[in-house]
């Protein structure tokens, strides 16, 4: 049974001391990785000394992303080549992580349009493309259950729903979910589950915002077919489902769906036996957001964290408030992705997207499709936090404290996760590798790996 986590969290990373080499790029010798000359602007910080270790790792990323910040063609193409070498794309867990970030950086060149820079990094363009995969509604839900990174907001989520909607004959559920309504099936179960025979199951209304980006994960079909696939599954469970989309957006706040459930509201006023869920599931960090210039760490006590009345985030957080919900379940990765600032974007980026590169290996064998098309994903995630700016930036993660602190001022109420809760994901979590544990943070609960948080989940009542 896996353990609340209260001790302080181990070091970030694995030290690496003899990465292997990709036989396709030039290789450096002993002699070149001791120069007593070092090339003219080359970094000769002492954290430099092993190039095999995490920490060095970042340091050369963070000054390549200078050099190319002030087109400096020379030296971004020495450290770049020194980052060839040593973080291959089969390599270890740092040297993967560590080579998609090198990826996105000669992607951000490319797309600054500075000729003597792209004729330095010409050579490594080659092989840029990511290659993400279009799911099957079967593969797709397979890939989740691989791992707990989507299947701990789905149980918490559930959990925090069914104990708010118990008693109410209409359940309607808003599902604002990156994983095209993976969750639904499981919610149904559980719904189905707890019938006696004797009452009649509660009506299932699902709501999906009908999307247009490409953000992976991706489905091979169209949301009315997955609608379809829905409806017949909840019969198969003797649960009637009405589905419906709404097409709308995230680049405006979802502008259309509140404004369609809003005129619902007032067509079809609540009756008292209607419950309305809003299932946010990391989806609402690609709402485009101010980005933060300077921000503090946060901390349980931290009360200072101001959000603007103009925030997209938080007109939509405000809007839904005024649809008077049942409940808001808010699942997001717990990381800040924010700034403004490249360098202090990668390096919160580096210490966060090192988690899913250092899991993979507990559930997927090297050389297998899902592998391929699980850090295709995260490649084409550091690509948009590193490689893009302005709205074509879309991976904006914030921290659980600045989106509780952003609902409170919204005008909701936390709502703490019961002990069926903790214990539902304790068990789920049995399920998968000894790295993963949970723990309470205040009202809410927190995924970790090896004692880092890694996605959060909250629950929250109009005030």
């Known amino acids: ?19 292997p ?6 290789v450096m010798n002993k002699n070149q990785t001791n120069r007593t000359r070092p090339w003219p602007g080359f970094p000769t910080s002492s954290k430099l000394t092993n190039f095999g ?3 060095c790792m970042e340091q050369l990323l963070v000054h390549c992303a200078n050099a190319i910040e002030t087109n400096d063609a020379t030296l971004a193409q020495q450290i770049l080549w020194v980052l060839n070498n040593i973080a291959p794309p089969d390599g270890d867990s740092n040297q993967r992580l560590t080579c998609a970030f090198l990826r996105a950086l000669i992607a951000r060149a490319a797309r600054s349009g500075s000729l003597k820079l792209l004729a330095a990094m010409n050579a490594a363009q080659a092989n840029l493309a990511i290659h993400t995969h279009k ?3 079967i593969e797709l839900a397979g890939f989740i259950d691989l791992t707990p990174w989507h299947r701990f907001g789905f149980t918490a989520a ?4 069914l104990e708010a909607v118990e008693g109410f004959s209409v359940i309607h559920i808003v599902d604002l979910s990156l994983t095209h309504c993976m969750q639904i099936p499981t919610l149904v179960d559980a719904i189905a589950s707890r019938q006696d025979g004797l009452t009649t199951p509660p009506l299932l209304k699902l709501t999906v915002a009908g999307t247009t980006e490409d953000v992976p994960p991706m489905l091979d079909l169209s949301y009315e077919e997955l609608g379809s696939k829905l409806v017949n599954f909840a019969r198969s469970r003797n649960i009637i489902l009405e589905f419906r989309v709404i097409p709308s957006s995230y680049t405006d706040g979802f502008a259309n769906l509140i404004e369609q459930l809003r005129v619902q509201n007032l067509v079809y006023p609540e009756s008292g036996h209607e419950a309305l869920v809003i299932n946010c599931h990391m989806m609402l960090h690609y709402i485009p957001e101010e980005t933060f210039q300077n921000f503090e760490p946060c901390s349980s006590s931290s009360t200072s964290i101001t959000t603007s009345s103009t925030s997209l985030r938080s007109m939509f957080l405000k809007a839904v408030r005024g649809l008077d919900p049942t409940v808001v379940v808010l699942v997001d990765e717990d990381a800040d992705l924010t700034s403004n600032d490249l360098v202090g974007r990668l390096r919160s980026a580096f210490n966060y997207l090192w988690i899913p ?3 993979v290996d507990t559930f997927l064998p090297r050389g297998s499709k899902q592998r391929q098309w699980y850090e295709a994903d995260m490649c ?3 690509e948009n936090v590193i490689a893009y700016e302005g709205f074509q930036r879309v991976e904006r993660l914030e921290p659980k404290c600045r989106w509780v602190q952003r609902m409170r001022s919204a005008g909701f109420r936390s709502v703490p996760f019961g002990e069926e809760a903790v214990n539902e994901v304790k068990a789920m979590l049995d399920e998968h590798a000894a790295g993963w544990g949970l723990k309470r ?3 809410d609960l927190v995924l970790t790996w090896k004692g880092h948080n890694v996605v959060f989940a909250t629950a929250w009542m109009p005030a």
């Open 135 to 137: 799911f099957s509604v």
């Open 380 to 382: 084409w995630k550091i």
């Open 21 to 26: 080499f990709s036989p396709n790029l030039p």
């Open 1 to 19: 049974m896996m353990q609340f986590t209260e001790t302080p969290p181990q070091p970030l990373h694995q030290i690496v001391t003899t990465p």
């Open 441 to 443: 943070e205040e009202e």
């Open 53 to 55: 270790d995490a920490n």
């Open 158 to 161: 559930n959990a925090a729903i």
């Open 357 to 359: 590169y250092d899991t």
